[in-house]
């Protein structure tokens, strides 16, 4: 079994930074995908960043060149840096791993930008 503990989450002012991050621990055999999805009130989960085992990096276009993904093999953690915040990057924003090539989720953490 895997665990994820996630962190970083609060309040922040529209312009303003956050850096999340998610910790994997357990038996881990192989680390493939990891990422951060976001679910904001009344809306469906959506995908925010991913990051391969390679390096190779996605993002969802409302993102883009505002958030940033990186990943530490040696550590097991994956972090997101989110600068230029805006109100509607509000939501619960979730740590995504596939390891062991099964899939898991953290618990979530609340990203809340006031205008």
């Known amino acids: 079994q895997v665990q994820l503990v996630e962190s970083g989450g609060g309040l922040v002012q529209a312009g303003g930074s956050l850096r999340l991050s998610c910790a994997a621990s357990g038996t881990i055999v192989s680390l493939n995908t990891m990422g951060w999805y976001r679910q904001a009130p009344g809306k469906q989960r959506e995908l925010v960043a991913t990051i391969r085992s390679g390096g190779s990096t996605s993002y969802a276009d409302s993102v883009k060149g505002r958030f940033t993904i990186s990943r530490d093999n040696a550590k097991n953690t994956v972090s997101l840096q989110m600068n230029s915040l805006k109100p509607e990057d509000t939501a619960v924003y979730y740590c995504?791993?596939?390891?062991?090539?099964?899939?898991?989720w953290g618990q979530g953490t609340q990203v809340t930008v006031s205008s």
């Open positions: 995504n791993v596939v390891a062991n090539w099964h899939n898991y």
